[in-house]
T-cell receptor, first 112, second 112 residues
Framework: NAGVTQTPKFQVLKTGQSMTLQCAQDMNHEYMSWYRQDPGMGLRLIHYSVGAGITDQGEVPNGYNVSRSTTEDFPLRLLSAAPSQTSVYFCASRPVNTGELFFGEGSRLTVL | EDQVTQSPEALRLQEGESSSLNCSYT??????LFWYRQDPGKGPEFLFT???AGEEKEKERLKATLTKKESFLHITAPKPEDSATYLC?????????????FGTGTRLKVLA
């Protein structure tokens, strides 16, 4: 059982470049979300979705876009990368009626 | 302001030396408190959910407890393989939606 799969695991970008982090889950979870993890800070919510076609902003949404066209996929787009977006990004999902999050293995992004 | 604070930031134990990790929280509308384990380079892995004061959950050498203001993760006779970062999170109801607030974690190192 694959669970939550994130790609790529590592990425280096130059300031101003755009890219998409991919996230797919095979557990039929309605809820999907993106977090960033920075040293000395707790996981911070970027965007989330409670089902196909429904997305909303989290705590730190600026500079990121999301869409949810299927239950399985929830890509995160960086529109114009900035050094402040250097971080480890985690995708997480859960059934809508429980609180337990299932995380992917993370995508480490460096913006030069 | 909703907040989750974990202590200590880091903890070194000898194998077999029991100890406790603390997670204190100030949130309104608490729905649940969660403990996760995170190994280096990996995503957080779910351990426990606690819903009400007085509740306890156990798994192998780990036991989680909850009061109205804090939670403890007790580690009994730890082994080197228990070395990881332990994250605490609360799910709270705020502004018409449920949100997660993560602590910054406790880095545990168990020495053989």
């Amino acid at each position: 059982n694959a669970g939550v799969t994130q790609t790529p695991k590592f990425q280096v970008l130059k300031t101003g470049q755009s890219m998409t982090l991919q996230c797919a889950q095979d557990m039929n979870h309605e809820y999907m979300s993106w977090y960033r993890q920075d040293p000395g800070m707790g996981l911070r919510l970027i965007h989330y979705s409670v089902g196909a076609g429904i997305t909303d902003q989290g705590e730190v949404p600026n500079g990121y876009n999301v869409s949810r066209s299927t239950t399985e996929d929830f890509p995160l787009r960086l529109l114009s990368a900035a050094p402040s977006q250097t971080s480890v990004y985690f995708c997480a999902s859960r059934p809508v009626n429980t609180g337990e999050l299932f995380f992917g293995e993370g995508s480490r992004l460096t913006v030069l | 302001e909703d907040q989750v604070t974990q202590s200590p930031e880091a903890l070194r134990l000898q194998e077999g030396e029991s100890s406790s990790l603390n997670c204190s929280y100030t949130v309104s509308g608490l729905r649940g408190l969660f403990w996760y384990r995170q190994d280096p380079g990996k995503g957080p892995e779910f351990l426990f959910t606690l819903y009400s004061a007085g509740e306890e959950k156990e798994k192998e050498r780990l036991k989680a407890t909850l009061t109205k203001k804090e939670s403890f993760l007790h580690i009994t006779a730890p082994k080197p393989e228990d070395s990881a970062t332990y994250l605490c999170a609360v799910q709270a109801f705020s502004s018409g939606t449920y949100k997660y607030i993560f602590g910054t974690g406790t880095r545990l190192k168990v020495l053989a």
